[in-house]
């Protein structure tokens, strides 16, 4: 959607009554797609005609196009305006063990600056255009008109969630609501762009491996995980000039997505700590490929363990 769209958010928070269903449609009515999201505020897992990867995953399905499938499925991918979607049986589960509404920036044409930490809200005061300002926990989400790709940790603290990902409802906010500025898309070209650093400053190669010890509780074999995880790890070390931050996040993501039907634990934080290694023996600064990893796995929904 271009920078000059309508869409325009609820000048309401949760309904008085509290239920995210009625919150949803709110937004819905406005424009804004929507989804529920499950304890740990993550989205609800994939259906069973998806689990495993089975369906391609998003955005690269075998089919093309927007989630098809009856209930939340594919997180932000299930986002949607539609009330009888958002109302019908195939949801109603999702919505009565919802704990929160998230949303999809992307789909309602809008970006949001998520600034998760003082100092980061401090940086973006001092450097990006004023614009609508919802509170959050640790810090607060910064809202332009305009639609870009997303990308985790583009610097500390901050994360671009717009295409391809989800924000969680947390109120209207205040504030004029500006165009997308050209500071925070140069912030996403920058991570791209940048190489690696020529000498690595940091190591976390001594830390914790994956081992079927510290997966007592995932389904899969030694085999499997392992051959998944090298071929991760594999991805982030070739990108030795540019994008291993972002390539860290993805498999991150992906290996977690492998784990959701898993009753746990599955030893993620292993596994987290080899593809932080990873990223760090190609130059990528630790407290970033660290804040990438952990956005990866929080984005698949799976539960460190």
Not at 23 to 45: D, I, Q
Not at 67 to 87: E, F, K, L, S, Y
Not at 278 to 304: D, H, I, K, Q
């Amino acid at each position: 959607m271009a920078p000059d769209c309508k869409t325009r958010l609820p000048l309401a928070g949760n309904h008085p009554d509290g239920t995210h269903l009625r919150t949803a449609l709110a937004l819905a009515t406005a424009g804004v797609p929507v989804l529920p999201l499950r304890h740990g505020k993550v989205p609800f897992g994939n259906c069973r005609a998806c689990a495993d990867n089975a369906c391609g995953g998003r955005p690269n399905m075998k089919h093309a196009g927007t989630c098809q499938c009856p209930a939340p499925c594919h997180a932000w991918a299930a986002a949607t305006t539609d009330p009888g979607v958002i109302t019908s049986p195939s949801w109603a589960a999702a919505w009565r063990n919802a704990v929160a509404v998230a949303y999809h920036p992307g789909g309602a044409g809008l970006t949001v600056v998520d600034l998760d930490t003082p100092a980061a809200v401090a940086w973006a005061r001092e450097t990006l255009p004023g614009t609508r300002t919802v509170p959050t926990t640790r810090g607060e989400h910064w809202i332009y008109r305009g639609a870009m790709r997303s990308s985790n940790g583009v610097r500390p603290g901050v994360d671009i969630k717009s295409l391809m990902n989800y924000a969680r409802w947390l109120g209207p906010g205040t504030g004029r609501m500006t165009v997308l500025p050209s500071a925070v898309r140069d912030l996403v070209v920058r991570e791209d762009t940048t190489p690696a650093a020529g000498r690595v400053v940091s190591s976390v190669s001594a830390r914790a491996t994956w081992n079927p010890s510290v997966a007592t509780g995932c389904r899969h074999t030694e085999r499997y995980v392992r051959t998944g995880l090298e071929r991760g790890l594999a991805l982030v070390r070739a990108r030795t000039e540019s994008g291993a931050g972002s390539q860290a996040f993805g498999v991150a993501r992906f290996l977690a997505m492998q784990h959701t039907q898993c009753p746990g634990p599955c030893g993620l934080d292993a596994i987290a700590e080899e593809i932080v290694s990873a990223a760090v023996s190609v130059g990528v600064p630790e407290t970033y490929a660290r804040r990438a990893v952990t956005n990866g796995l929080e984005t698949a929904g799976e539960r460190a363990t």
